[in-house]
Structures are given as structure tokens and as C-alpha cells.
């Protein structure tokens, strides 16, 4: 899940092209439905992304009563709007009337808190859920933004590598070389230094145990001279998220995938390539499926984010999306942290039942 900022935005606005009373309002790549004539291209409004959990006093300044998402009907969400998507949400609150929105843009002032905004937490089913135990060594996985909202993370024509991104559960696996002590965690948790203990009822250390996942983490750190490893990976199939990959964890082994790993070494940490990854773990863990390698294109990336999944080998149901990340590891000013990024098909963002459990 990436990080929620609501923020001011110069807006390019382009004609709806099934409604002569709707427009489209552009933040990044992403496009929000307006009202026609209510922004012109080159002002400032506010964009509210998805994810975006609203107080109820702004949702009715906003005439959005009971067309948001959630059971309180006050989430932001993608919709599709006279066959348009609509991703967030533009506005100008009348809280936000005496202050400069364009200055506030080129500042990059965060008004979520000013405004009562939060982010949408997910639920925690049970068997993803359990006593937890504080763990200073475990190694922190990272949020991910997407492309469409920081199109500047990558460079046009840089090489980069995508990945199929899965709807699970990601999993956060330490090994500790010399105590051979192993973490367990999910993200949520993981942001907080808490490590789940072990129970053969939970998701997660079913899916490490299933996999032989701490062995493989174990050669790592012999390979590298590494003092800790961290392996990320997806946890899927029937009875986690509504998309299941053909694999049903109620029965028998979860699906899983690794998508990064990290090592400490010499008391630095850094993420591994692409290549590297497949190098050390390629035959020993199941790895999220390599979609595609050369030159960053944004408009193929957006393509190549839509269609059918390949985990299963069959396409049985629609795609997430993809990961994007260079073909060697670097840092970006844009995020702050790693160049990584990731693009959502439309339609996943759309679908009808959709779960979202982490």
C-alpha cells in the first residue's frame, strides 16, 4: 500500500468523451471525472486519492452522501463514471478558501491532516492475525507508489524490469544468521517492529514453513556473508483475497511467491536485483512472474498492467497489475528511497466484491 498524501495539484483538464457535462481532470497519470467548466487547465485544485478515508462533514460539503465506498460510504475508490475512470477525487474544500493552491503545489504542503483525512486501514482476518512479539532485527519492507500518481520515478528509455503484482498477502520473513533466529510478520505489523509467533494456524508461518522459506533465506546469508535476509513474498489462494491464482490454502499449501529480498552485510542494508534474486533463488522458492525487461515506457507499462494473470498458467481471472523496478537497484529523489513503483489495472480497481485484507 503506498502512502497517503492529499495535496494541491495544477490540473490539466481534457474533454469527456462520452458525457457533455462531465470533463477529465489529470494529477500525474491518473484522471478524476469533474464537472465541466468547474477547473481549466493550468489551476490548482485539491486531489484526494484512493484510499482515503473522509470526515463526514467534508463528504457532504463535497455532495458525495452515500456514493463513496465502505460501510460508512466515506472511502475514496476507482470508479468508472460514464466509461471513464475516475481515480480520486479533485476539489476545492472551503476550508482550503484563503490558501494559495498553486503555491501550495509547487511546496507540496500535505493537507490530510489539516483536513481530517486518513488512510483506509484493512480488516485482519484471523488466520492472518496472532500474538506478535517485538523484533527489532526484522527487516522493514517498503511502500510502493503508483506510477500514475509519480510519473517521474522513472526515466524515459531506462532499463527496468516488471513483475506480475499478485493479490495476497505480503509476507515479511528475517533470518538472523548466527542465532539462526527467524521473524514472521505481515506489513501492517511489520511497520511496527512486531513479529507474529509462531502458530501452524497462521497465513504467514503456514506459507514459510510450506515453502521451506527460512532454509532458503539461510543459504542466502551463507552465500553473501550476509548477517540478516529478508524475504518478501506473496501469500495467496482461496480463502485470502478474491483473487486466488488457482490455489486454494484451505486444503493444502498456500501460494507463494517471493517479489524482493534484502541483506545486511557489513552493517549496510540494500535491496537485491532482479537478476540477483533469480540467481539465488530461481528452482528453490516460486517468484512472482517476470512480465517484462528493456526500456521504460510509461503508456506500455500502463498495457502491460492490464489482462490476464500468469501464476496459474491458465488465466483464470484478471491481472493486479505490475511492479515496477530498475534493472539495478538505485535511489530515487522522487520517492525518497528506492526507485520502485507500481501501476493497477483499471479493471481490478473496478472489479465488483473485491477483497482487500492485509
Known amino acids: 500500500m503506498s502512502t497517503l498524501r492529499v495535496t494541491a495539484e495544477v490540473l490539466t483538464v481534457h474533454e469527456h468523451p462520452n458525457a457533455d457535462a462531465l470533463e477529465l481532470a489529470q494529477v500525474g497519470l491518473y484522471r478524476a471525472v469533474v464537472a465541466k467548466g468547474a477547473y481549466r487547465t493550468g489551476e490548482a485544485a485539491l486531489y484526494i486519492p484512493e484510499q482515503a478515508v473522509l470526515p463526514p462533514a467534508l463528504v457532504e460539503e463535497l455532495g458525495l452522501t452515500g456514493r463513496l465506498a465502505g460501510s460508512r460510504s466515506d472511502r475514496v475508490k476507482a470508479v468508472r463514471l460514464r466509461g471513464e475512470l475516475s481515480q480520486g477525487i479533485v476539489c476545492r474544500p472551503s476550508a482550503l478558501a484563503e490558501v494559495d493552491l498553486v503555491r501550495a503545489a509547487a511546496e507540496g504542503t500535505d493537507f490530510a491532516e489539516r483536513l481530517g483525512i486518513v488512510k483506509w486501514v484493512p480488516p485482519i482476518p484471523p488466520t492472518m492475525n496472532g500474538d506478535v512479539e517485538a523484533a527489532a532485527d526484522l527487516l522493514p519492507w ?10 517521474g520515478i522513472f ?6 524490469v516488471l513483475t506480475e503484482k499478485l493479490h495476497g498477502s505480503a509476507c515479511l520473513l528475517t533470518y538472523v544468521a548466527g542465532d539462526e533466529r527467524v521473524y514472521v510478520s505481515s506489513k501492517g505489523f511489520g511497520a511496527k517492529s512486531l513479529a507474529l509467533t509462531e502458530d501452524p494456524r ?6 514459510v514453513r510450506g515453502h521451506g522459506v527460512p532454509e532458503a533465506a539461510a543459504r542466502i546469508a551463507e552465500r553473501l556473508g550476509a548477517r540478516r535476509v529478508g524475504v518478501f513474498g506473496e501469500v495467496f489462494g482461496a480463502g485470502v483475497q478474491d483473487l486466488t491464482y488457482g490455489a486454494d490454502g484451505r486444503r493444502e499449501t498456500l501460494g507463494y511467491a517471493v517479489f524482493d529480498v534484502s541483506v545486511e552485510v557489513g552493517g549496510v542494508v540494500r535491496w537485491l536485483d532482479t537478476a540477483e534474486v533469480t540467481g539465488l533463488l530461481e528452482g528453490e522458492l516460486p517468484l512472482v ?22 501464476v496459474s498458467g491458465r488465466g483464470l481471472h484478471l491481472r493486479e497489475g505490475v511492479v515496477i523496478r530498475p534493472a539495478v537497484e538505485r535511489y530515487s529523489a522522487v520517492t525518497g528511497g528506492r526507485a520502485i513503483a507500481k501501476a493497477v489495472s483499471g479493471a481490478y480497481l473496478t472489479r465488483k466484491g473485491g477483497t482487500e485484507y492485509e
Open 142 to 151: 517498503v511502500d510502493i507508489e503508483n506510477i500514475q500518481r509519480y510519473p
Open 202 to 207: 497462521n497465513l504467514y508461518w503456514r506459507a
Open 155 to 160: 526515466e524515459p528509455g531506462e532499463p527496468v
Open 289 to 310: 512472474p517476470r512480465l517484462f525487461e528493456g526500456p521504460y515506457d510509461s503508456g506500455a507499462v500502463l498495457g502491460i498492467a492490464t489482462g490476464r494473470e500468469t
